[in-house]
Protein backbone atom coordinates (compact mmCIF):
# COMPACT_ATOMS: atom_id res chain seq x y z
CA UNK A 1 0.00 0.00 0.00
CA UNK A 2 0.88 3.77 -1.02
CA UNK A 3 -0.12 6.24 1.79
CA UNK A 4 -1.14 9.40 1.17
CA UNK A 5 0.81 11.01 4.03
CA UNK A 6 3.59 9.15 6.66
CA UNK A 7 3.92 11.36 10.02
CA UNK A 8 6.76 11.14 11.80
CA UNK A 9 5.60 12.17 15.69
CA UNK A 10 1.80 11.24 17.65
CA UNK A 11 2.17 14.78 19.01
CA UNK A 12 0.14 18.34 18.56
CA UNK A 13 1.38 18.82 15.21
CA UNK A 14 1.60 15.13 14.37
CA UNK A 15 -1.83 14.06 15.15
CA UNK A 16 -3.54 17.26 14.30
CA UNK A 17 -2.17 17.21 10.89
CA UNK A 18 -3.25 13.17 10.72
CA UNK A 19 -6.85 13.59 11.44
CA UNK A 20 -7.22 16.70 9.20
CA UNK A 21 -5.63 14.62 6.67
CA UNK A 22 -7.45 11.72 7.05
CA UNK A 23 -10.71 13.45 7.10
CA UNK A 24 -9.73 15.09 4.20
CA UNK A 25 -10.20 11.37 2.63
CA UNK A 26 -6.34 11.19 2.45
CA UNK A 27 -4.85 7.81 3.70
CA UNK A 28 -2.38 8.55 6.69
CA UNK A 29 0.16 6.55 8.99
CA UNK A 30 1.23 8.07 12.21
CA UNK A 31 4.23 6.64 13.56
CA UNK A 32 4.61 7.42 17.82
CA UNK A 33 8.02 6.05 19.46
CA UNK A 34 5.90 6.55 22.51
CA UNK A 35 2.65 7.77 23.19
CA UNK A 36 -0.05 9.44 20.86
CA UNK A 37 -0.44 12.98 22.87
CA UNK A 38 3.43 13.65 22.54
CA UNK A 39 5.18 15.95 25.05
CA UNK A 40 2.08 18.16 25.27
CA UNK A 41 -0.55 15.35 26.74
CA UNK A 42 2.33 13.20 28.33
CA UNK A 43 5.48 15.13 29.95
CA UNK A 44 4.11 18.99 29.58
CA UNK A 45 0.88 20.81 29.22
CA UNK A 46 -1.43 18.82 30.27
CA UNK A 47 0.16 17.09 33.55
CA UNK A 48 1.94 20.09 34.76
CA UNK A 49 -1.08 21.77 34.86
CA UNK A 50 -3.04 18.65 37.19
CA UNK A 51 -0.54 19.25 38.93
CA UNK A 52 -0.47 23.19 39.17
CA UNK A 53 -4.19 22.66 40.08
CA UNK A 54 -3.75 20.18 42.89
CA UNK A 55 -1.10 22.45 44.75
CA UNK A 56 -3.36 25.54 44.24
CA UNK A 57 -6.19 22.95 46.74
CA UNK A 58 -3.27 22.20 48.97
CA UNK A 59 -2.58 26.19 49.66
CA UNK A 60 -6.49 27.32 49.52
CA UNK A 61 -6.40 24.59 52.48
CA UNK A 62 -3.94 26.37 54.25
CA UNK A 63 -4.94 30.06 53.49
CA UNK A 64 -8.10 29.31 54.29
CA UNK A 65 -8.79 31.29 58.08
CA UNK A 66 -9.17 34.34 56.46
CA UNK A 67 -13.56 33.31 55.69
CA UNK A 68 -13.78 31.62 58.84
CA UNK A 69 -12.48 27.60 58.25
CA UNK A 70 -10.63 26.11 60.84
CA UNK A 71 -9.05 22.68 58.90
CA UNK A 72 -7.05 20.48 60.28
CA UNK A 73 -5.38 18.21 58.32
CA UNK A 74 -3.86 14.90 59.52
CA UNK A 75 -2.05 13.59 56.51
CA UNK A 76 -1.25 14.29 53.02
CA UNK A 77 -0.43 11.88 50.26
CA UNK A 78 1.72 13.01 47.54
CA UNK A 79 1.50 9.76 45.68
CA UNK A 80 -2.13 10.77 45.69
CA UNK A 81 -1.28 13.75 43.41
CA UNK A 82 0.68 12.07 40.89
CA UNK A 83 -1.89 9.36 40.30
CA UNK A 84 -4.52 12.11 39.97
CA UNK A 85 -2.14 13.58 37.59
CA UNK A 86 -1.49 9.79 35.83
CA UNK A 87 -5.38 9.27 35.58
CA UNK A 88 -5.91 12.73 33.97
CA UNK A 89 -2.90 12.36 31.34
CA UNK A 90 -4.52 8.73 30.45
CA UNK A 91 -8.05 10.28 30.04
CA UNK A 92 -7.22 12.58 28.07
CA UNK A 93 -4.82 10.35 25.74
CA UNK A 94 -7.30 7.69 25.77
CA UNK A 95 -9.98 10.53 24.23
CA UNK A 96 -7.61 11.77 21.43
CA UNK A 97 -6.59 7.90 20.86
CA UNK A 98 -10.29 7.49 19.71
CA UNK A 99 -10.51 10.87 17.80
CA UNK A 100 -7.71 9.52 15.66
CA UNK A 101 -8.78 6.51 15.33
CA UNK A 102 -12.43 8.24 14.07
CA UNK A 103 -10.59 9.98 11.73
CA UNK A 104 -9.35 7.11 9.70
CA UNK A 105 -5.81 7.79 10.40
CA UNK A 106 -3.33 4.71 10.96
CA UNK A 107 -0.94 4.80 14.10
CA UNK A 108 1.97 2.44 14.48
CA UNK A 109 3.98 2.48 18.12
CA UNK A 110 7.11 2.53 16.87
CA UNK A 111 10.14 4.71 16.42
CA UNK A 112 10.74 5.82 12.85
CA UNK A 113 13.41 6.73 10.32
CA UNK A 114 13.59 8.53 7.26
CA UNK A 115 14.93 6.09 4.72
CA UNK A 116 14.27 8.05 1.31
CA UNK A 117 11.40 10.93 0.64
CA UNK A 118 8.98 7.77 -0.21
CA UNK A 119 9.73 5.33 2.62
CA UNK A 120 9.97 5.48 6.37
CA UNK A 121 11.44 2.65 8.09
CA UNK A 122 9.48 1.81 11.64
CA UNK A 123 9.24 -1.63 13.76
CA UNK A 124 11.74 -3.39 10.82
CA UNK A 125 8.71 -2.73 8.01
CA UNK A 126 8.79 -0.18 5.35
CA UNK A 127 6.02 1.86 4.55
CA UNK A 128 5.69 3.60 1.07
CA UNK A 129 4.10 6.97 1.46
CA UNK A 130 3.78 10.50 -0.94
CA UNK A 131 4.46 12.56 1.20
CA UNK A 132 6.80 12.13 4.50
CA UNK A 133 5.59 14.99 7.82
CA UNK A 134 8.20 15.22 10.17
CA UNK A 135 6.78 16.71 13.59
CA UNK A 136 9.66 14.38 16.03
CA UNK A 137 9.48 17.75 18.65
CA UNK A 138 11.73 18.61 20.82
CA UNK A 139 13.99 17.61 24.30
CA UNK A 140 14.78 18.99 27.18
CA UNK A 141 18.13 20.86 27.06
CA UNK A 142 21.25 19.99 28.46
CA UNK A 143 23.57 22.75 30.12
CA UNK A 144 27.38 22.11 29.73
CA UNK A 145 28.37 20.80 33.20
CA UNK A 146 24.74 20.60 34.00
CA UNK A 147 23.79 17.22 32.17
CA UNK A 148 20.98 15.21 33.59
CA UNK A 149 21.67 12.59 36.13
CA UNK A 150 18.08 12.11 36.63
CA UNK A 151 18.76 11.73 40.35
CA UNK A 152 20.66 15.20 41.23
CA UNK A 153 19.88 16.96 38.25
CA UNK A 154 16.16 16.28 37.03
CA UNK A 155 14.80 17.50 33.27
CA UNK A 156 11.42 18.45 33.60
CA UNK A 157 10.68 14.95 32.17
CA UNK A 158 12.22 13.58 35.41
CA UNK A 159 10.22 15.46 37.44
CA UNK A 160 6.94 14.59 36.88
CA UNK A 161 7.96 11.55 38.15
CA UNK A 162 9.14 12.25 41.42
CA UNK A 163 7.79 10.30 44.18
CA UNK A 164 8.09 12.29 47.61
CA UNK A 165 8.20 16.51 47.62
CA UNK A 166 11.70 17.76 48.19
CA UNK A 167 12.23 19.96 51.14
CA UNK A 168 13.99 22.40 49.05
CA UNK A 169 14.93 22.64 45.10
CA UNK A 170 16.75 24.92 42.68
CA UNK A 171 15.62 25.10 39.23
CA UNK A 172 17.34 26.63 36.87
CA UNK A 173 16.07 28.98 34.04
CA UNK A 174 13.07 31.25 34.39
CA UNK A 175 10.91 30.61 31.23
CA UNK A 176 7.18 29.01 30.93
CA UNK A 177 8.42 25.40 32.20
CA UNK A 178 10.43 27.04 34.78
CA UNK A 179 8.14 29.53 36.45
CA UNK A 180 4.96 26.92 36.91
CA UNK A 181 7.43 24.52 38.54
CA UNK A 182 8.44 26.95 41.05
CA UNK A 183 4.80 28.03 41.65
CA UNK A 184 3.76 24.15 41.80
CA UNK A 185 6.71 23.58 44.37
CA UNK A 186 6.04 26.71 46.53
CA UNK A 187 2.55 25.96 46.90
CA UNK A 188 3.26 22.78 48.67
CA UNK A 189 5.37 24.47 50.82
CA UNK A 190 8.77 23.53 49.19
CA UNK A 191 11.24 25.74 49.84
CA UNK A 192 12.16 27.39 45.84
CA UNK A 193 14.92 28.87 44.35
CA UNK A 194 15.58 30.30 41.08
CA UNK A 195 18.47 31.41 39.03
CA UNK A 196 18.14 32.88 35.90
CA UNK A 197 21.24 33.83 33.86
CA UNK A 198 19.34 37.08 32.33
CA UNK A 199 18.61 40.17 34.01
CA UNK A 200 14.79 39.80 34.69
CA UNK A 201 12.45 36.80 35.15
CA UNK A 202 10.86 35.72 32.95
CA UNK A 203 13.06 37.43 29.95
CA UNK A 204 10.46 36.79 27.02
CA UNK A 205 7.88 38.63 28.31
CA UNK A 206 7.42 42.48 28.67
CA UNK A 207 9.63 43.94 31.53
CA UNK A 208 7.00 45.07 33.56
CA UNK A 209 5.58 41.56 33.78
CA UNK A 210 8.78 40.10 34.86
CA UNK A 211 8.88 43.20 37.14
CA UNK A 212 5.86 42.20 38.84
CA UNK A 213 6.37 38.45 38.68
CA UNK A 214 9.76 39.39 40.61
CA UNK A 215 7.56 41.11 43.41
CA UNK A 216 4.96 38.15 43.33
CA UNK A 217 7.45 35.86 43.68
CA UNK A 218 9.51 37.94 46.56
CA UNK A 219 6.14 37.97 48.71
CA UNK A 220 5.92 34.15 48.72
CA UNK A 221 9.35 33.78 49.96
CA UNK A 222 10.22 32.48 45.95
CA UNK A 223 14.12 32.91 46.13
CA UNK A 224 15.46 34.04 42.92
CA UNK A 225 19.16 35.16 41.47
CA UNK A 226 19.40 36.88 38.47
CA UNK A 227 22.19 37.36 36.06
CA UNK A 228 23.33 34.19 37.58
CA UNK A 229 24.34 30.79 36.65
CA UNK A 230 25.64 27.29 38.12
CA UNK A 231 29.52 28.19 39.19
CA UNK A 232 30.38 24.37 40.54
CA UNK A 233 28.11 21.64 42.44
CA UNK A 234 30.19 19.78 45.78
CA UNK A 235 27.88 17.34 46.84
CA UNK A 236 24.70 18.81 47.03
CA UNK A 237 25.94 22.20 47.28
CA UNK A 238 25.75 24.34 44.38
CA UNK A 239 27.50 27.43 44.29
CA UNK A 240 26.45 30.32 42.21
CA UNK A 241 29.12 32.79 39.81
CA UNK A 242 26.95 35.46 42.39
CA UNK A 243 28.65 33.17 45.42
CA UNK A 244 25.38 32.43 46.76
CA UNK A 245 25.24 29.10 48.18
CA UNK A 246 21.88 26.55 47.70
CA UNK A 247 21.59 23.12 49.33
CA UNK A 248 18.32 21.76 47.30
CA UNK A 249 17.19 18.20 47.69
CA UNK A 250 17.57 18.29 43.33
CA UNK A 251 17.90 20.85 40.79
CA UNK A 252 15.05 21.08 37.75
CA UNK A 253 17.20 22.26 34.64
CA UNK A 254 14.78 23.96 32.93
CA UNK A 255 16.85 25.91 30.25
CA UNK A 256 14.59 25.45 27.40
CA UNK A 257 14.22 22.92 24.59
CA UNK A 258 16.19 21.95 21.92
CA UNK A 259 14.45 20.42 18.65
CA UNK A 260 14.47 17.40 16.67
CA UNK A 261 15.19 17.91 13.11
CA UNK A 262 15.23 15.50 10.22
CA UNK A 263 18.23 14.23 8.74
CA UNK A 264 16.61 14.83 4.99
CA UNK A 265 14.41 17.47 3.30
CA UNK A 266 11.19 17.30 4.12
CA UNK A 267 7.85 19.09 5.90
CA UNK A 268 8.22 20.01 9.56
CA UNK A 269 5.71 20.83 11.97
CA UNK A 270 5.71 21.74 15.24
CA UNK A 271 8.71 21.88 18.16
CA UNK A 272 10.57 20.32 15.46
CA UNK A 273 10.94 23.65 13.63
CA UNK A 274 12.44 25.79 15.87
CA UNK A 275 10.36 28.47 16.36
CA UNK A 276 7.29 29.05 18.91
CA UNK A 277 7.70 25.58 21.12
CA UNK A 278 3.77 25.64 22.33
CA UNK A 279 1.53 23.23 21.53
CA UNK A 280 -1.29 25.35 20.42
CA UNK A 281 1.02 27.25 17.93
CA UNK A 282 2.11 23.37 16.53
CA UNK A 283 -1.38 22.51 16.33
CA UNK A 284 -1.99 26.07 14.46
CA UNK A 285 1.10 24.90 11.61
CA UNK A 286 -0.92 21.81 11.01
CA UNK A 287 -3.69 23.46 10.03
CA UNK A 288 -2.69 25.85 8.05
CA UNK A 289 -0.61 23.15 6.34
CA UNK A 290 -3.49 20.92 5.67
CA UNK A 291 -7.00 23.55 5.65
CA UNK A 292 -4.66 26.68 4.54
CA UNK A 293 -5.55 28.54 7.24
CA UNK A 294 -3.28 31.62 8.24
CA UNK A 295 -2.63 33.07 11.29
CA UNK A 296 -0.15 36.22 12.33
CA UNK A 297 3.05 34.50 13.93
CA UNK A 298 3.58 38.05 15.92
CA UNK A 299 -0.18 37.64 17.52
CA UNK A 300 0.74 33.66 19.09
CA UNK A 301 -0.49 34.11 22.69
CA UNK A 302 1.49 33.33 25.18
CA UNK A 303 0.05 32.00 28.81
CA UNK A 304 1.89 30.77 31.90
CA UNK A 305 -0.09 29.18 34.60
CA UNK A 306 -0.49 29.66 38.46
CA UNK A 307 -2.07 32.15 40.29
CA UNK A 308 -2.39 34.70 38.92
CA UNK A 309 -2.02 34.02 35.53
CA UNK A 310 0.72 35.92 33.01
CA UNK A 311 -0.46 36.02 29.21
CA UNK A 312 0.87 37.93 26.40
CA UNK A 313 -0.04 38.43 22.61
CA UNK A 314 2.04 41.28 20.44
CA UNK A 315 4.37 43.87 21.22
CA UNK A 316 5.94 44.25 24.15
CA UNK A 317 6.73 47.24 26.07
CA UNK A 318 10.73 47.15 24.93
CA UNK A 319 9.91 46.56 21.66
CA UNK A 320 8.05 49.82 21.23
CA UNK A 321 9.35 53.47 20.46
CA UNK A 322 7.99 56.75 21.05
CA UNK A 323 4.88 56.15 19.16
CA UNK A 324 3.50 53.50 20.49
CA UNK A 325 1.19 54.49 24.11
CA UNK A 326 0.90 52.64 26.89
CA UNK A 327 -2.30 51.48 29.53
CA UNK A 328 -2.13 50.33 32.35
CA UNK A 329 -4.85 49.26 34.60
CA UNK A 330 -4.00 47.11 37.97
CA UNK A 331 -5.89 44.60 38.52
CA UNK A 332 -7.43 46.25 42.36
CA UNK A 333 -9.10 48.33 39.63
CA UNK A 334 -11.59 45.91 39.47
CA UNK A 335 -14.19 44.48 42.05
CA UNK A 336 -14.45 40.84 41.16
CA UNK A 337 -10.54 41.09 41.87
CA UNK A 338 -11.64 41.93 45.60
CA UNK A 339 -13.95 39.15 45.78
CA UNK A 340 -11.90 36.37 44.71
CA UNK A 341 -9.15 37.53 46.71
CA UNK A 342 -6.84 38.20 43.44
CA UNK A 343 -5.66 41.29 43.36
CA UNK A 344 -2.05 41.16 42.61
CA UNK A 345 -1.46 42.21 38.35
CA UNK A 346 -2.44 44.42 35.64
CA UNK A 347 -4.06 44.78 32.13
CA UNK A 348 -1.42 46.67 30.32
CA UNK A 349 -2.30 47.79 26.38
CA UNK A 350 0.09 49.18 24.28
CA UNK A 351 -1.71 51.12 21.44
CA UNK A 352 -0.56 52.39 18.10
CA UNK A 353 -2.78 54.67 15.78
CA UNK A 354 -5.77 53.88 17.91
CA UNK A 355 -4.93 49.65 17.24
CA UNK A 356 -3.64 47.46 20.06
CA UNK A 357 -0.38 46.42 19.31
CA UNK A 358 0.76 44.29 22.37
CA UNK A 359 -1.47 43.06 24.98
CA UNK A 360 0.34 41.91 28.57
CA UNK A 361 -1.95 40.58 31.87
CA UNK A 362 -1.00 39.94 35.10
CA UNK A 363 -4.52 38.56 36.48
CA UNK A 364 -7.08 35.79 37.36
CA UNK A 365 -8.11 34.59 34.16
CA UNK A 366 -5.17 36.11 31.82
CA UNK A 367 -5.25 32.90 29.94
CA UNK A 368 -9.08 33.66 28.91
CA UNK A 369 -8.65 37.51 28.33
CA UNK A 370 -6.04 36.90 26.28
CA UNK A 371 -7.92 36.29 23.42
CA UNK A 372 -10.95 38.20 24.04
CA UNK A 373 -6.97 40.89 23.24
CA UNK A 374 -6.08 38.55 20.23
CA UNK A 375 -9.65 38.52 18.40
CA UNK A 376 -9.30 42.22 18.46
CA UNK A 377 -5.93 42.83 17.03
CA UNK A 378 -6.33 40.06 14.60
CA UNK A 379 -9.13 41.86 13.53
CA UNK A 380 -7.87 45.49 13.48
CA UNK A 381 -10.16 46.09 15.59
CA UNK A 382 -9.49 49.90 17.10
CA UNK A 383 -9.97 51.25 20.63
CA UNK A 384 -12.96 52.68 19.56
CA UNK A 385 -15.00 49.90 18.55
CA UNK A 386 -14.27 47.87 21.95
CA UNK A 387 -15.49 50.70 23.57
CA UNK A 388 -18.65 49.92 22.37
CA UNK A 389 -18.55 47.10 23.88
CA UNK A 390 -20.75 45.81 27.04
CA UNK A 391 -18.66 43.94 29.30
CA UNK A 392 -20.48 42.12 31.47
CA UNK A 393 -19.98 43.35 36.09
CA UNK A 394 -17.90 42.46 37.92
CA UNK A 395 -15.44 40.35 35.40
CA UNK A 396 -12.06 40.61 34.81
CA UNK A 397 -13.47 41.73 31.04
CA UNK A 398 -14.05 44.89 31.89
CA UNK A 399 -10.86 45.44 32.79
CA UNK A 400 -10.08 45.96 28.89
CA UNK A 401 -12.81 48.59 28.57
CA UNK A 402 -11.08 49.66 31.92
CA UNK A 403 -8.48 50.43 30.46
CA UNK A 404 -9.15 51.92 27.32
CA UNK A 405 -11.37 54.46 28.81
CA UNK A 406 -7.78 55.74 30.23
CA UNK A 407 -6.58 55.82 27.11
C1 LIG B 1 6.90 20.87 31.14
C2 LIG B 1 6.30 21.42 29.87
C3 LIG B 1 5.14 22.18 29.95
C4 LIG B 1 4.57 22.71 28.79
N1 LIG B 1 3.42 23.45 28.91
C5 LIG B 1 2.87 23.98 27.80
C6 LIG B 1 1.66 24.74 27.89
O1 LIG B 1 1.10 24.92 28.96
N2 LIG B 1 1.15 25.23 26.74
C7 LIG B 1 1.74 25.06 25.53
O2 LIG B 1 1.24 25.55 24.52
N3 LIG B 1 2.89 24.34 25.41
C8 LIG B 1 3.45 23.79 26.52
N4 LIG B 1 4.59 23.04 26.40
C9 LIG B 1 5.19 22.87 25.05
C10 LIG B 1 4.44 21.79 24.25
O3 LIG B 1 4.44 20.59 24.97
C11 LIG B 1 5.09 21.60 22.89
O4 LIG B 1 5.21 22.84 22.24
C12 LIG B 1 4.27 20.66 22.01
O5 LIG B 1 4.15 19.40 22.61
C13 LIG B 1 4.92 20.52 20.63
O6 LIG B 1 4.19 19.63 19.86
P1 LIG B 1 4.88 18.77 18.71
O7 LIG B 1 3.80 17.96 18.09
O8 LIG B 1 5.68 19.64 17.85
O9 LIG B 1 5.92 17.84 19.46
P2 LIG B 1 5.74 16.80 20.64
O10 LIG B 1 4.56 17.07 21.46
O11 LIG B 1 7.06 16.74 21.33
O12 LIG B 1 5.47 15.42 19.91
C14 LIG B 1 6.46 14.78 19.17
C15 LIG B 1 6.22 13.28 19.23
O13 LIG B 1 7.08 12.64 18.32
C16 LIG B 1 7.50 11.40 18.85
N5 LIG B 1 8.72 11.03 18.14
C17 LIG B 1 9.92 11.70 18.16
N6 LIG B 1 10.79 11.08 17.33
C18 LIG B 1 10.13 10.02 16.78
C19 LIG B 1 10.50 9.00 15.87
N7 LIG B 1 11.71 8.96 15.30
N8 LIG B 1 9.59 8.07 15.56
C20 LIG B 1 8.36 8.09 16.09
N9 LIG B 1 7.94 9.02 16.98
C21 LIG B 1 8.83 9.97 17.31
C22 LIG B 1 7.69 11.71 20.33
O14 LIG B 1 7.62 10.53 21.10
C23 LIG B 1 6.50 12.66 20.59
O15 LIG B 1 5.39 11.94 21.04
C24 LIG B 1 5.16 22.46 27.53
C25 LIG B 1 6.32 21.68 27.45
C26 LIG B 1 6.87 21.16 28.59
C27 LIG B 1 8.10 20.31 28.49
Not at 28 to 48: A, H, M, R, Y
Not at 172 to 191: D, K, Q
Not at 238 to 265: C, M, Q
Request: glycine residues 8%; negative net charge; hydrophobic residues 40%.
Amino acid sequence: MVYDYGIIGGGPAGYTAGMLLAQKGKSVVIFEKDKLGGTCLNKGCIPTKSLLHSSEIYKEVFCSSNIGLDISVNSFDFSKVMAKKEQTVDKVRKALELAVKNSGAEVVYSEAQIKDKNTIIAGGKEYTVSEIIYAAGSKPKEIKGLEFDHEFILSSDDVLNIKNLPKSVLIVGSGAIGIEWARIFSNFGVEVFVSEIAEHLLPIADVEVSKRIERIFKQRKIKFFLNDSIEKIEEKTVTLKSGNKVNPDFILSAAGRVPLKPDSECIVLGDSRGEIQLAHYAIHQAKKYVLGIDYDNNLIPSVIYGEPEIAWAGLREQDCGEECQKILLPITALGKSWCDDSTDGFIKLILRDNLIVGAHIVSREASALIHELVIAMQNKLTADDLKKVCFAHPTYSEGIFEALLRA
